[in-house]
């Protein structure tokens, strides 16, 4: 089901308010860890975690998580940081591979900054988009937040 999205209207909210990854009935999913992605200098805004099965756990417990034909929807987290100091402030903060049930708490961390989640869902993976800024900041990468929306939208694979 390619292109269904789950949005709210463009809402700032605090870091209380702010949704982390949601799980629905895969609740063994929230232990699965996502790996921070070098984004380079060409998205000095951007904080990247996919999913990380380079240790071969998805392998060996794959035959556990099979409910009917869907066996795993990966999870990838983009970040869109207002300015690149925000984004190199958090990324030093956060750890490079973190479970999935711990990105609401990371987000909690961040009490000075506001949030709007959007949540992309494609075939086998669903997208998280943050847009995060200070809590005094007007958010100044509007056109940037449409393009990557638009690009995820667009895309039959996403990473």
Not at 125 to 144: C, D
Request: glycine share 6%.
């Amino acid at each position: 089901m390619v292109g269904i999205t789950q949005e709210r209207e463009f809402e700032w909210q605090s870091h209380h308010e702010v949704s982390g990854v949601d799980f629905g009935a895969q609740f063994l999913q929230r232990s699965y860890e996502v790996e921070k992605v070098a984004t380079g200098s060409g998205a000095p805004h951007m904080i990247l975690y996919k999913p990380d099965i380079s240790h071969g756990t998805f392998e060996s417990l794959k035959p556990l998580f099979r409910i009917g034909k869907e066996i795993i929807k990966w999870k990838y987290i983009v970040f869109l940081f207002n300015t690149p100091d925000l984004k190199d402030e958090v990324s030093a903060l956060w750890p490079s591979r973190v479970s999935l049930r711990s990105i609401k708490r990371m987000l909690e961390h961040l009490e000075d900054c506001e949030f709007k989640r959007v949540k992309v869902r494609k075939d086998g993976m669903t997208v998280y988009l943050y847009a995060v800024k200070r809590s005094n900041e007007e958010f100044v990468l509007q056109n940037e937040w449409n393009r990557l929306l638009c690009f995820i939208r667009a895309r039959e694979e996403i990473f």
